[in-house]
């Protein structure tokens, strides 16, 4: 009668850790940037390792390429100083995407296939960036702390358009002017570096963690401006569940920018993506700049 009930207890007991530990080692929802819309989880672009004197809003519209996930996407950006170049709070994200879907990635997504296509909103981002180190003519550069978190302000998962799960991410950039304006020469070079910690809860209540990284040259003539980048961030997952698990996204990005006036900056674009991140995107945008420094006494 001990044997039995022994025996019992301890098939009871295994039965009730595996049931615990099960949800924490499944992965049946891939939270990665290979199994979701364009919107989820992106590469963090770099901002030049400077932080504006004025504040300013950007509005701009992204269009995919990929004939399998046609997605245009309505971005807001808003950016103001606190402290004049030193301390900064952006908020930013996709306001609202239209997407359609083929049957054929819809069922390697694991989607609802009732759903694909229609429009949803994106997640928040709420960022303060704050001035470390100041650039001066020798060799120390513009440092920029980035402190981000990420809502999870989307609907649902079951359209795999958003994570539906909060996150963060902390990212140093140092910036250095390598060529400077002068009256002789009106070309500027500048170089910046990316170097951070990203971090989002999946399913099975595993959180994904991963190292950032990313390098922008930014090369300035007059009223032109163009940038270009290459930047990505690499998750631990892909370790556990295989390659094809999709958390290692690496993207370049392109831009041209022209000053219209000293408050309105057009801006034309192409982003391409090279590795766990299935998707290309051209966009267009505006940036309208206030005329006003807050001043403390």
């Known amino acids: 009668m001990t044997k039995k009930f022994c025996k019992k207890y301890i098939l009871s007991l295994v039965s009730a850790i595996f049931s615990i530990v099960s949800p924490i080692l499944s992965q049946d929802i ?65 306001l609202l995407e239209h997407y359609a879907v083929s049957s054929y990635l819809g069922e390697q997504r694991g989607m609802d296939m009732s759903k694909l296509s229609g429009i949803e909103g994106g997640d928040c981002y709420i960022q303060t960036r704050i001035r470390l180190l100041s650039e001066n003519r020798h060799l120390r550069p513009n440092l920029i702390l980035h402190s981000t978190l990420k809502t999870a302000s989307a609907d649902k998962v079951s359209t795999r358009r958003y994570f539906d799960t909060p996150g963060y991410f902390f990212h140093l950039e140092a910036g250095k002017e390598l060529l400077t304006t002068t009256k002789t020469s009106p070309l500027r070079l ?15 209540s595993l959180q994904n963690d991963a ?47 022209y000053k219209l006036s000293e408050r309105i900056q057009l801006t034309m674009g192409y982003e391409q993506g090279i590795r766990h991140f299935p998707h290309n995107q051209l966009h267009t945008g505006i940036t309208y700049i206030i005329p006003y420094n807050i001043k403390w006494n």
């Open 190 to 204: 500048r170089m910046v570096l990316l170097l951070g910690f990203m971090c989002w809860e999946t399913s099975g």
């Open 30 to 94: 891939r939270y990665t940037t290979q199994w979701f819309g364009v919107n989820a989880n992106p590469v963090p672009s770099l901002q030049e390792a400077l932080i504006p004197d004025k504040p300013n809003i950007s509005n701009n519209i992204f269009f995919t390429t990929n004939p399998d996930d046609k997605t245009q996407s309505i971005y807001l950006d808003v950016e103001i100083p606190i402290i004049s170049q030193a301390v900064s709070f952006r908020v930013y994200g996709c």
């Open 211 to 257: 190292y950032m990284y990313g390098l922008q040259l930014i090369m300035s003539a007059k009223s032109f401006s163009l940038s270009s980048e290459i930047s990505g961030y690499s998750g631990w997952m892909s370790n556990r569940y295989g390659s094809t698990y999709g958390d290692k996204p690496i993207v370049s990005r392109f831009a041209l920018r």
